[in-house]
C-alpha cells in the first residue's frame, strides 16, 4: 500500500522551482511522474539523501528503491525492470553512474535498447570539495560511443522539470547529467522544452558561443560583456549533446563564422569534440573551446573551480575574441 504524499515541492509554481535546488526539483517531478504513471521507479545506491531521492521512499515505497553501494547492480535490475514494462531511472553520482559501470550499461541498457534514464549527479566540476575523484571529465565521452544513448544535460531547475516528463516517455536509454545545487535561472515562465532541438537564447552575428550545463549562465553573461565591446554573440544552449542538433549549429555558425563552446567536461570527446567534428564536414570555422583540459579535478567551490580551469564569463570573453580574430585571417 502506497502512503500519502508529503509535502513536496509545487513543480507549477514557476518562481518556486526557478529558486530551487537542481535535486529538489528533481525528486519533486519525480514524485509527480509516479503519481501518474505506475511504471516509474527510481533506484539508488546508498546516495538517496544526497540527492533528495529519498523523500520518494515515504510516498512510494514500493517503487523507490535503494539497492546500497552496488551500483553495478543498481544499472543491471533497472535493465530487469524495464524487461518488465517499468521504466526506471537509475540515480547516483556521475561517477558510479557511468565510470564504474560501463560495462552494465553498454550491455544491459544500450546493447537492448533497455528503457531507462540514468542521473549523473554532479556531473564534473560540480562535485566541489568532494574532489577529484568525484568529478567525471569523461562521461559524455565515454558515453558518446555507446550506441543509441541519448545525453542531456539541462542548463537550470526550470528545464530539468520540463525535460523530465518528455524523457519519461521517450523509448530508450538517456543519460541525464545533472548538478545537485541551485542554477541561475535562464529560462522564463511557460517554458517549452524539445529533447532534441538546441536552443538559440540570444541572436547575434559576430560568434557563435555554444554551452551546455552550466556553463550556459556563463556564456549569457559573457554575451552581455562581449555586446559592450561591440562584438555581437549568439548564444546557443546545446541541452542534448547526442544526438546534437546540428542543423542549429551549422545554420548559426555559417552567419558568424565562428565558434566558441563552453563546457563542464574535458574539450577530449565532449562539446567541442562534437561541435568540431560537426563543423569539420559541412562547414570549417574557427572553433576555440573553453573546459577542461585533458587533466584531474581539484577540490574547491564552483567559482575557484571555474576560475582554475579558465571557465568563467571572461574566459568566454578572451575566447570569443580570439575566435572573431582568427576568422578575419586569410587562409
Same mark, same amino acid.
Not at 5 to 15: F, G, N
Not at 23 to 37: G, I
Not at 82 to 101: L, T
Not at 224 to 247: C, M, N, Q, V
Given at each position: ?39 516509474? *521507479? ?115 531547475? *526550470? ?122 564536414? *559541412? ?49
Amino acid at each position: 500500500m502506497e502512503k500519502r504524499k508529503p509535502e513536496i515541492l509545487d513543480t507549477s509554481d514557476y518562481a518556486a522551482v526557478a529558486e530551487a535546488e537542481m535535486r529538489e526539483v528533481f525528486a519533486a517531478t519525480m514524485a509527480n511522474m509516479m503519481a501518474s504513471d505506475d511504471r516509474v *521507479v527510481t533506484i539508488d545506491s546508498d546516495l538517496a539523501k544526497a540527492v533528495y531521492t529519498d523523500r520518494l521512499r515515504d510516498m512510494y515505497p514500493d517503487r523507490a528503491l535503494d539497492v546500497g553501494i552496488a551500483e553495478q547492480n543498481m544499472i543491471s535490475i533497472a535493465a530487469g525492470l524495464a524487461s518488465y514494462g517499468f521504466k526506471p531511472f537509475a540515480v547516483s553520482f556521475a561517477p558510479f553512474a557511468v565510470r564504474s559501470v560501463c560495462d552494465q550499461i553498454v550491455m544491459n541498457l544500450a546493447f537492448t535498447s533497455a528503457d531507462v534514464g540514468i542521473v549523473g549527479a554532479d556531473p564534473g566540476i560540480t562535485a566541489e570539495h568532494n574532489g577529484a575523484t568525484h568529478m567525471t571529465f569523461e562521461d559524455v565521452s565515454i558515453l558518446r560511443a555507446v550506441p543509441g544513448i541519448v545525453i542531456y544535460e539541462p542548463a537550470d531547475a *526550470v528545464e530539468l522539470a520540463a525535460a523530465l516528463p518528455v524523457i519519461k516517455d521517450f523509448h530508450g536509454v538517456v543519460y541525464i547529467r545533472m548538478m545537485r545545487k541551485k542554477t541561475p535561472a535562464i529560462h522564463d515562465s511557460g517554458y517549452e522544452f524539445d529533447l532534441f532541438k538546441a536552443e538559440k537564447l540570444v541572436e547575434g552575428e559576430d560568434v557563435t558561443i555554444v554551452a551546455s550545463g552550466i556553463e550556459v549562465a556563463e556564456a549569457l553573461e559573457a554575451g552581455r560583456k562581449l555586446f559592450a565591446e561591440g562584438i555581437s554573440a549568439e548564444i546557443i544552449s546545446a541541452h542534448t549533446l547526442k544526438p546534437f542538433d546540428t542543423e542549429t549549429l551549422v545554420g548559426s555558425v555559417h552567419k558568424t563564422g565562428c565558434a566558441v563552446t563552453a563546457e563542464n567536461h574535458n574539450i577530449h570527446g565532449g562539446l567541442y569534440s562534437i561541435v568540431a567534428e560537426t563543423l569539420a564536414g *559541412v562547414y570549417p570555422a574557427p572553433v576555440i573551446p573553453i573546459g577542461v583540459r585533458d587533466r584531474f579535478g581539484a577540490r574547491g567551490t564552483l567559482n575557484e573551480l571555474k576560475k582554475l580551469f579558465a571557465m568563467t564569463a571572461d574566459d568566454i570573453v578572451r575566447a570569443a575574441r580570439e575566435a572573431v580574430s582568427m576568422k578575419k585571417r586569410p587562409l
